[in-house]
């Protein structure tokens, strides 16, 4: 669709007025569009404890979103599922809200939550510390590149909820910190990612680990060959919640910009950038290098602006994502480090400076925006 608010660039730069993902990059297999989803329940319909609905509403939740609907209430009666959803649909809420329910009836419950990278973990944990408010209910965050001596310490006090991800929780079991057979459930989250990133093995081992009677959660965007080999052996008679309506979100408006030669495609996202309508950009480059260096220009010029990627600390990227979500700055540039699971509000727009390596990549990256319903802008660079 076009994009009627850009203005007229100069000479390299050409619109293109109709979008296909497919022709920048193939895709796999298309998902038929299912028929809009009718909410059939209410928070308060569900029955979960009156304090953890208090703080629910404290969050500003007015009513579920469909995979909430439909994945709640069986967790809640102890079923194993298999949750499949386009990104930013509220997982996270699905599987926290029944599982923290679960911990306040029974306080020796244990819950193992593994995501694929640590934003997300901690991303998962802040979710966490909002629903427990009130409940004297703990968590513990087992991420690499944050300091193993003060999660082994919170490890000793058996804390109920331990989220982390697959290469901190191996290190943890190796070094006997932590002790999997009193954990009655396990999340699975963004569980394809964990496999395209080569976490296929460590999970099996893992989920080797647990108490053979569990209650067992999974989440994924898609499910392929090898994510079928971690469920042949994870869930039993799960119930399937499938709110995946197609590659993208219908919300999300897409458009290419085509430029030519490296200086004119700089000059055309500053001008994009300081049009009034760009309050929150979300930027992906290819590399570390070219995404700190595009950085730097920005703030250069005068934007609020910061990097995230691989060459800086994690606790300097939870900062720079927390600034970000604060809108202490306006533009994130980032590798694909940032493009999966991470639940940033109210992005306005998402732009694919450099293109993604595939075609996953990108709906995964665009899925930044357009998020809880509202309405977003992705955009891609072509020369």
């Known amino acids: 669709m076009y994009y009627n608010n850009f203005r007229r660039g100069g000479r390299n730069v050409r619109r293109i007025k109709s979008f296909d993902p497919s022709s920048v990059i193939s895709p796999p297999q298309r998902y038929e569009k299912v028929p809009e989803y009718v909410i059939t329940h209410e928070f308060n319909d569900f029955a979960i404890n009156e304090q953890l609905k208090r703080n629910v ?186 709110v995946k309506t197609g590659d993208t979100a219908q919300n999300v408006k897409q458009d290419i910009v085509k430029v030519f030669g490296q200086e004119a495609k700089f000059e055309e996202l500053r001008r994009l950038l300081v049009k009034r309508e760009f309050e929150k950009v979300l930027i992906f480059g290819r590399t570390k290098h070219s995404v700190q260096k595009l950085s730097d220009e920005l703030v250069r010029r005068g934007f609020r602006a910061d990097a995230i990627h691989g060459n800086k600390k994690q606790n300097q990227r939870i900062r720079t994502l927390d600034k970000f979500k604060n809108n202490q700055i306006q533009i994130l540039i980032a590798t694909d480090v940032a493009s999966r699971g991470l639940d940033i509000p109210n992005v306005s727009h998402v732009i694919n400076y450099d293109l993604p390596e595939s075609y996953d990549a990108y709906i995964h990256r665009i899925g930044r925006t357009g998020r809880a319903d509202k309405n977003g802008v992705a955009l891609t660079f072509v020369g």
């Open 57 to 242: 509403v404290g969050k500003g939740y007015k009513e579920p979103t469909p995979i909430q609907d439909q994945a709640i209430e069986p967790i809640l009666e102890g079923r194993d599922l298999i949750g499949i959803a386009n990104t930013g649909t509220g997982k996270t809420a699905a599987f926290l809200i029944p599982l923290i329910n679960k911990v306040i009836k029974n306080s020796r419950e244990q819950v193992l939550i593994i995501t694929p990278t640590r934003e997300l973990a901690a991303q998962i944990r802040d979710e966490f510390v909002s629903f427990s408010r009130n409940l004297r209910i703990y968590c513990s965050l087992c991420i690499g590149g944050s300091n193993i001596a003060r999660q082994i310490r919170d490890l000793r006090y058996n804390p109920n909820f331990v989220i982390g991800t697959p290469g901190r929780i191996q290190d943890l079991l190796r070094s006997r910190h932590l002790n999997l057979s009193r954990f009655g459930s396990i999340v699975l989250d963004e569980a394809d990612r964990m496999v395209d990133i080569g976490f296929i093995n460590n999970i099996k081992q893992i989920v080797s680990l647990l108490p053979k009677n569990r209650q067992s959660l999974f989440f994924s965007a898609t499910i392929d060959g090898k994510v079928r080999e971690i469920l042949r052996n994870f869930v039993t008679n799960p119930v399937t919640v499938s």
